[in-house]
């Protein structure tokens, strides 16, 4: 087992940051079961690989796309993984798009939602708490999305 | 592994009785275990590198509060 809170708070200490990230802690988070079986179920994804790049990491926000304009490859280069001994080649691996669309067609899922959800790894937890978060989860139900999987990188 | 992985996620969906939970797959990385070791691992190496990028994040980030480049 790795003790991450305790290795990262370390290892940006070894960067000369004086203050520890404080993680959130959500302890009365409700459990909202699924209201459909799977097979009439609509799903979508919610990644913190990047789509747009070009934007300037300190100002990104969350933002909807549809899924057919989903990139070959996002960039993953900005975000912290251990990229000595994995890689994001594959796309599947973080963004399961064939085997859901897969699913669907073979009557597992009840259908795929138009649009996947960017949301960016943030320092602040208001941002992801009262920006980013509200408006993925007002995208959903306009989409009329049941089930949502957050895929973090 | 991709196609397990995603069915444990929706299974989970249905099978979960409380919030939070965590469910282990029996995937490993790899063969060995060195990563363990290697993971934002501070050495005696490394040491003077990782301040450096310390401080190379900080002048960024002040850069970009210049810039105007934050969120509100």
Excluded at chain 1, 90 to 99: C, G, I, K, T
Excluded at chain 2, 9 to 19: S, T
Excluded at chain 2, 54 to 66: F, L, P, T, Y
Aim: charge should be positive.
């Amino acid at each position: 087992m790795i003790r991450y809170i305790e290795r990262t708070k370390a290892y940006y200490r070894a960067q000369g940051f004086e203050h520890d990230y404080q993680w959130a802690r959500n302890t009365h988070t409700p459990l909202s079961k699924p209201a459909k079986p799977l097979t009439s179920a609509r799903i979508t994804l919610v990644t913190t690989a990047v789509v747009e790049p070009g934007i300037p990491k300190p100002i990104r926000t969350a933002k909807s796309y549809r899924f057919s304009d989903a990139p070959a490859h996002f960039d993953t280069a900005e975000v912290s993984w251990d990229k000595v001994t994995t890689h994001t080649n594959d796309r599947e691996s973080y963004f399961p798009l064939r085997a859901l669309n897969a699913r669907v067609a073979a009557g597992d899922i009840g259908s795929l939602a138009p649009r996947f959800h960017f949301i960016p790894t943030e320092y602040s937890q208001r941002h992801t708490r009262d920006q980013d978060a509200p408006l993925i989860t007002q995208h959903c139900l306009e989409d009329a999305v049941d089930l949502a999987i957050l895929i973090p990188l | 592994m991709q196609n397990q992985t995603l069915e444990a996620a929706l299974d989970l969906f249905y099978q979960a009785q409380n919030p939070g939970v965590v469910q282990q797959l029996p995937n490993r990385w790899s063969a060995s275990e060195g990563w363990r070791d290697n993971f934002m691992a501070i050495t005696a190496l490394n040491r003077k590198q990782l301040l450096s990028l310390g401080d190379e994040s900080r002048r960024q980030r002040q850069r970009n509060r210049e810039q105007g480049l934050f969120r509100p």
